[in-house]
């Protein structure tokens, strides 16, 4: 079938569920909550940091993006309720269109499309693994084949990035958990100290909080936890393995 083909001004918007760290409200300190609902939305082209666009490839006179592009740091994200890692949300967030066409290139890689026609979904940073619950707008005349070799390419991408980007997880959280082990030591040193004043203990508490939320304990939260964790070198080999077949007559039209 043929599918749109993204452009930098297409937008996403979404829901996308990550750990947070509810704001304080006295006596209490602040309290961790898994999973919590953010809205969140950005075109792809994003701020241009790490967006794949092309600057000779046009579609509809606006850039055309390459499978695996990232929309990168600065995503909308709504926190329903507050969040107090919200602004680290804003600058660890990824959202990668995985989808591509591989027998249309733009300047020598697969072209990202809408694997609904004219709707697509990305990839998000998400909590524990990256995932789709959002929807990409690809209205356009500009269509690009897409077949089954193409979706069972994009799925193999989407299963390496899931799967690393759980692993650095893990391993992120591991190395956190003895900075914070080193951090809880200190404060059983000063904790005389800490209890003999109550706003420092809220203060010390509120840190204890803090420090459980990204580290797995009673909630962990992963900086790592992004889509495009798998990098281009995976990206690159599944291109190369695709271009290999649409050169050697492909199974599928």
């Avoid at 690009?144 to 979706?151: C, E, K, Q, S, T």
């Avoid at 951090?183 to 109550?198: E, K, T, W, Y």
């Avoid at 798998?230 to 050697?248: F, K, P, R, W």
Wanted: net charge negative; glycine share 10%.
């Amino acid at each position: 079938m043929h599918c749109s083909i993204h452009t930098n001004i297409h937008p996403m918007v979404g829901v996308d569920l990550h750990n947070a760290v509810l704001p304080a409200v006295p006596p209490a300190p602040p309290l961790p909550a898994p999973f919590m609902p953010h809205i969140v939305a950005q075109v792809l082209g994003g701020l241009n940091i790490t967006a794949a666009t092309t600057k000779t490839v046009f579609s509809h006179n606006f850039f055309t993006l390459q499978r695996g592009s990232d929309i990168g740091p600065f995503i909308g994200h709504v926190p329903l309720p507050a969040n107090i890692l919200f602004p680290l949300l804003i600058l660890t967030s990824g959202s990668i269109s995985e989808f591509g066409a591989f027998s249309v290139l733009s300047e020598g890689k697969a072209v990202a499309i809408a694997p609904l026609i004219y709707v697509g979904f990305n990839y998000n940073c998400y909590d524990p693994v990256p995932w789709n619950t959002n929807l990409v707008i690809a209205p356009g005349t500009n269509m690009a084949g897409f077949n089954m070799a193409d979706f069972c390419a994009s799925l193999v991408s989407i299963a390496f990035d899931l799967a690393l980007s759980f692993a650095a997880g893990k391993v992120a959280k591991g190395l956190a958990g003895q900075i914070a082990s080193k951090v809880s030591l200190g404060n059983a040193v000063l904790d005389p100290f800490v209890r003999s004043i109550n706003t420092s203990q809220f203060l010390g508490e509120a840190l204890e909080a803090t420090i459980g939320a990204f580290t797995g304990s009673p909630v962990g939260y992963s900086f790592t936890s992004l889509p495009g964790f798998a990098g281009n070198e995976t990206d690159s080999l599944i291109d190369t393995v695709m271009n290999e077949y649409y050169q050697d007559g492909p199974l599928f039209n």
